[in-house]
Nanobody, 126 residues
Framework: EVQLVESGGGLVQAGGSLRLSCAASGFTFDDYGLGWFRQAPGKEREGVAFVSMTSGSTSYTDSVKGRFTISRGHAKNTVYLEMNNMKPEDTAVYYC???????????????????WGKGTLVTVSS
């Protein structure tokens, strides 16, 4: 079955860095995308960063531009999120997400996501 497994969450001080990893397994698509959503208590789940696993095209939410970088790993179905200069408002559960077609995410946002990881908690202390 399809699995998305996240790792790398934890506690970091404001200004620090963390790297999240996601390994996807159990499926293959023509131009799929992998990326990250996050959800803080009382807030809606929002897309953070996404990458096409074929073209390398990326998309970021404005609040993380210049601080976070999404990248493809050496393994075909692996993606990373390098988070730098972290802020308390980055605190959330971060979910790896997969779209069978990268463009589905670009066009539909969260409605374009087909599979979810179980999430990893990131806490940024002030």
């Amino acid at each position: 079955e399809v699995q998305l497994v996240e790792s790398g969450g934890g506690l970091v001080q404001a200004g620090g860095s963390l790297r999240l990893s996601c390994a996807a397994s159990g499926f293959t698509f023509d131009d799929y995308g992998l990326g990250w959503f996050r959800q803080a208590p009382g807030k809606e789940r929002e897309g953070v960063a996404f990458v096409s696993m074929t073209s390398g095209s990326t998309s970021y939410t404005d609040s993380v531009k210049g601080r976070f970088t999404i990248s493809r790993g050496h393994a075909k179905n692996t993606v990373y999120l390098e988070m730098n200069n972290m802020k308390p408002e980055d605190t959330a559960v971060y979910y790896c997400a997969a779209a069978m077609d990268y463009d589905d995410y670009i066009e539909q946002g969260i409605d374009g996501i087909d599979y979810w990881g179980k999430g990893t908690l990131v806490t940024v202390s002030s």
